[in-house]
């Protein structure tokens, strides 16, 4: 487990494939501007059980232990370069507490200890003001607009490209530690 001072991230598990299915179905949980898909749970696990550790998920708990959120990772596939790529939601309950910012600061620690990057994106809508701000909190910067990257409810639409560098975060932002016995 990934330990911050408000939430900590835990690699998701089977157990979480419930609540998984259930905010993945939800678009009020999946927010406007991530695709409108409905997916069943056993298609949810076989997706799931077909990852592998370039791409891995975690939960964000809050200290209490609910489920708030989930943030993962991914490798770009480029044949020249070893870059990763985060994406994040949260639960709309739990949105504008800070929660997902410290969670991107976590993951950023996270990867720039154990990987081999020298560059962490992440990608948003152009529309998706509260995301961008998470991002910027995060040390992250504004590369520039990707046009017609996505279809989206109905039309294509633009996203905008950040970056964090290796040389950029220099050191972690929040004490990351992992849990005992893990």
């Known amino acids: 487990m990934l ?4 939430v900590n991230l835990r690699i998701m598990e089977k157990e979480d494939l419930g609540f998984y299915a259930e905010w993945f179905n939800n678009p009020e949980v999946f ?7 409905q997916m069943p749970r056993r298609e949810i696990e076989k997706y799931y059980g077909e ?10 708990e809050g200290k209490d232990g609910r489920r708030i959120g989930q943030i993962w990772h991914f490798n770009v596939i480029h044949p020249a370069v070893n870059q990763l ?7 709309p309950s739990e949105r504008g507490k800070g929660y997902c910012t410290e969670a991107v600061n976590i993951m950023v620690d996270y990867l720039f200890f154990s990987k081999n ?6 990608q948003t809508d152009v529309r998706n003001v509260g995301s961008q701000k998470v991002l910027e909190k ?38 990351t530690k992992t849990a005992k016995g893990e």
């Open 3 to 6: 330990e911050g001072r408000n």
């Open 31 to 37: 927010g406007e501007y991530n695709p409108l898909i």
């Open 51 to 60: 990852k592998t550790l370039e791409e891995t998920d975690f939960i964000i």
């Open 85 to 91: 790529e985060i994406g994040y939601f949260m639960v």
């Open 117 to 122: 990057t020298e560059r962490i994106q992440a």
């Open 138 to 175: 995060a040390g992250f910067k504004m590369e520039g607009t990707i046009r017609k990257l996505f279809f989206l409810r109905g039309g294509l639409r633009d996203a905008c490209l950040y970056s964090i560098l290796r040389e950029e975060w220099k050191e972690p932002k929040i004490l």
